[in-house]
């Protein structure tokens, strides 16, 4: 053969391989994939000086921040080492197409002790601050929670200069027994009480006041570098306390709110409610004379009476000359007058000209001027009796989960699982027990009103959506409260306040096929029925608005018979994906150099 002829039998060989190679490319091509592994276990701790049982992610108290990028598929296997059922539930990432990710029991069958169990979801759309956390049995008063990052893509700027660092702070009230203790109490028709403190971090207070902190209780430290500006994310993860959240002699610079870039505003301090998260720009422009506090204290409360329900960090620049010392900055002055705050809440307004990902209902930003399909009045109450058990309400039912998640009902279509019968309005006569959701509209622009006619602050979350929080007010909603909505820059999120005796309005397009929960994320309410679904259905079924249901999805309820041993496989496989496209790599090396000796 002559050389012309090798050369070209050579280079023949060389093309043909490549397309493979881009095949299989191809094939694995588009969205990067991240992966986690999660085992959740007990672990012993102490933060507030009482040993109890918390739950640890891989070991830690709280779990690890996930650090991912939009449009990013996010891969999660879960090994469950409780002694219970465990569902996590991903707060706040709107599971686009992807109903059977979310990790609530309106639509996943719990992961059985001991069992391994794979999440597989893209972050579609979104950037932002949020959270995860264990969504069955009360088991978020013990712990499991950890931030979510979800970054910008590299092409799309941030509407500030980018900052030196990225830093997560989780705040919460925090009780010394454990959820089994708790839920029992909640069980026996009896209230918590008054937690025993707030954690930063699922830590305890620093000893700011010998008389009010015991010695030896670990607290969280943060150092910082002088002169530079820090991304703080912070999520308020515990169980019904709404917390002052402040750093002594820093503003607050508030840059987004769960997804949504806001209007930069600064702030002394900022109200963050139960299951609520922002972050801020903090410049660390202070002559570090001491190190500073952080604090994140009980708000409507008597402070005297819950001094010590206040959780206190510290902020220590790399020069500090000392620790900090003295009284802690001092928390708004309205105990019993929630104006400040409510107008606090007021002020925080969308960022309409950022770039990125954010809410488009129906192709256009100008969410105040589409047409309202649906509109639904959702009052709660106090805890009252109902069936002879100790239950709350919204619209006067009292949510009972099904032993069959909704979702997976639909699948088969069984039958009396469910009522969609959730009224628009409160009902008269007495509460009821049942499992009643609304009718939602495939693309239907729908109005919510959420009336609190309880005497505590709630914040209400909707799954697989942001919405437009348009307005807030004391007093019953009426019709008229329409001409005091925000139309232009209401900020866009996935969980509002609503003050005691007062009511929230949002606007929410539904463009998000699948079941979605709308909860109060007051853990003792919800436990105790505050909450119900919205099922979305496209009458037209097809993958583009749904993603089918997994190969791995668990069976439980009526479809319990249907549910094999435990399989591994598909976390296996999903890790399989990855070493198949770096073996095609060393083959296609290998074949090259081969050619070429």
């Known amino acids: 053969m002559d050389s012309s002829s090798s050369c070209s039998s050579t280079w023949s060989f060389l093309i043909t391989l490549i397309c493979i190679f881009l095949f299989i490319g191809l094939s694995f091509a588009g969205d990067p994939f991240k992966f986690f592994n999660f085992e959740v276990s007990y672990i012993d701790a102490s933060p507030l000086g009482v040993s109890q049982q918390v739950i640890a992610i891989n070991g830690k108290f709280p779990g690890p921040t996930m650090n991912v990028t939009t449009n990013d598929n996010v891969v999660v296997n879960v090994r469950n080492k409780l002694d219970e059922e465990l569902l996590l539930h991903w707060s706040g990432v709107q599971q686009k197409r992807s109903t059977w990710q979310d990790g609530l029991p309106g639509t996943n069958c719990p992961i059985p002790p001991k069992w391994n169990w794979t999440y597989q979801f893209q972050v579609k759309d979104q950037i932002g601050s949020f959270f995860y956390f264990p969504s069955l049995h009360f088991q978020r008063a013990s712990g499991g929670f950890g931030g979510i990052t979800i970054n910008n893509r590299e092409e799309i700027p941030i509407p500030f200069d980018f900052p030196y660092d990225d830093i997560t702070i989780m705040i919460g009230d925090w009780y010394t027994r454990n959820h089994t203790s708790l839920r029992s109490t909640l069980l026996a028709g009896k209230d918590l009480g008054k937690p025993d403190g707030v954690l930063i971090n699922g830590k305890g207070p620093y000893r700011y006041n010998d008389t009010i902190v015991p010695d030896g209780i670990d607290y969280e430290t943060i150092t910082v570098h002088p002169g530079k500006t820090y991304r703080i994310r912070v999520s308020n993860v515990g169980i019904s306390t709404s917390l002052n959240f ?141 069936d002879g058990k100790r239950r709350t309400t919204l619209n006067g039912i009292s949510f009972v989960n099904p032993k069959t998640p909704i979702r997976l009902a639909d699948q088969y279509k069984l039958k009396g699982v469910y009522k969609l019968d959730f009224p628009t309005a409160p009902l008269t006569g007495p509460p009821k027990m049942e499992t009643s959701i609304i009718n939602g509209t495939y693309r239907g622009f729908m109005e919510v009103i959420l009336q609190n006619n309880d005497t505590k602050m709630h ?24 001409g005091t909505y925000n139309k232009w820059d209401g900020i866009a999120r996935t969980t509002t306040q609503v003050f005691p005796g007062a009511w929230t309005a949002i606007l929410v397009s539904l463009d998000n096929v699948g079941v979605w929960n709308l909860r109060t994320e007051n853990l003792d309410s919800w436990f105790l029925g505050q909450e119900t679904y919205i099922r979305v259905v496209n009458s037209e079924p097809t993958n583009k608005t749904e993603l089918p249901m997994p190969d791995n999805a668990l069976f439980c309820g009526q479809l319990g018979k249907l549910q094999k041993p435990q399989d591994i496989s598909y976390a296996t496989s999903m890790r399989g994906n990855e070493s198949k496209f770096s073996f095609m790599m060393m083959v296609l090396v290998s074949a090259i150099f081969v050619v070429f000796q």
């Open 246 to 386: 402040r750093i002594q002699n820093h503003n607050l610079l508030l840059a987004e709110a769960e997804g949504s870039y806001t209007v930069q505003q600064n702030y002394t301090s900022l109200d963050i409610h139960v299951g609520q998260s922002y972050s801020f720009l903090v410049s660390m422009d202070q002559n570090a004379s001491s190190d500073y506090y952080i604090v994140a204290s009980a708000r409507f409360v008597n402070q005297s009476q819950w001094q010590r329900v206040t959780g206190v960090g510290i902020l220590k620049y790399t020069n500090s000359k000392g620790k900090a010392h003295g009284p802690l900055p001092e928390p708004p002055q309205d105990e019993f007058d929630k104006t400040f705050s409510m107008n606090q809440a007021r002020s925080i307004r969308w960022n309409v000209t950022a770039s990125g990902a954010r809410p488009n209902p129906q192709g256009s930003f100008r969410y105040g001027s589409i047409n309202v399909t649906e509109i639904y009045v959702v009052q709660n109450t106090p805890p009252q009796m109902v």
């Open 459 to 482: 914040t209400y979350h909707m799954s697989g959506y942001a919405f437009f929080v348009v307005g807030m007010d004391f007093g019953v909603w009426s019709n008229n409260s329409r």
